[in-house]
T-cell receptor, first 113, second 113 residues
């Protein structure tokens, strides 16, 4: 089955810096790659997703890139702010309602003011 | 509209007992997935229900079970609790429109003593 690896497990940056979180997946049939953000004590929330027919997607300060050949995808956060501090989870799925979403183990991002 | 509602939010059990957790999905969502979240292990998939049928199952022992009712509400049950079952159990619903866009509940935090 699908296996999603996420690294690094923790990252600390200064406010205003950029942060990059990388994930790899094992199932070449996966075609849906969402990212979830979980703030301390709160539920995971979808922040951005990408499908395999797109190489990059941006939404304000966040962007996601996908390399299907290498089977990896990354989340880029620019101009980080203290409120970006959270645990970020990547996930992969074959898409379609009947396919389960497999998550990485998460990365704790700390943005120091 | 109301989000995903999980009850109870917190509970404490002792080893050997059983527990039932409940999840009410967003109105109109027919798919309900359950995840176990523990520190360092991320979100581990338990199972997914759609139209009262278990559609996907993760790699958990048979002590973990679930069901879904005709109104899409779902329950999960853990029998013969072990200390290692202490975790945050998250439920997520999706519309099942061809994408795995999950909306999570706040979770049920189970402590096993």
């Amino acid at each position: 089955g699908e296996n999603v690896e996420q690294h690094p497990s923790t990252l600390s940056v200064q406010e205003g810096d950029s942060a990059v979180i990388k994930c790899t997946y094992s199932d070449s049939a996966s075609n849906y790659f969402p990212w979830y953000k979980q703030e301390l004590g709160k539920r995971p929330q979808l922040i951005i997703d990408i499908r395999s027919n797109v190489g990059e997607k941006k939404d304000q300060r966040i962007a996601v890139t996908l390399n299907k050949t290498a089977k990896h995808f990354s989340l880029h956060i620019t101009e980080t702010q203290p409120e970006d501090s959270a645990v970020y989870f990547c996930a992969a799925s074959r898409g379609g309602g009947s396919e389960k979403l497999v998550f990485g183990k998460g990365m704790k991002l700390t943005v120091n003011p | 509209k109301a989000g995903v509602t999980q009850t109870p939010r917190y509970l404490i059990k002792t080893r050997g007992q059983q527990v039932t957790l409940s999840c009410s999905p967003i109105s109109g969502h027919r798919s309900v997935s359950w995840y176990q979240q523990t520190p360092g292990q991320g979100l581990q998939f338990l199972f997914e229900y759609f139209s009262e049928t278990q559609r996907n199952k993760g790699n958990f022992p048979g002590r973990f079970s679930g069901r879904q009712f005709s109104n899409s509400r779902s329950e999960m049950n853990v029998s013969t609790l072990e200390l290692g079952d202490s975790a945050l159990y998250l439920c997520a619903s999706s519309h099942d429109s061809g994408a795995n866009v999950l909306t999570f509940g706040a979770g049920s935090r189970l402590t096993v003593l």
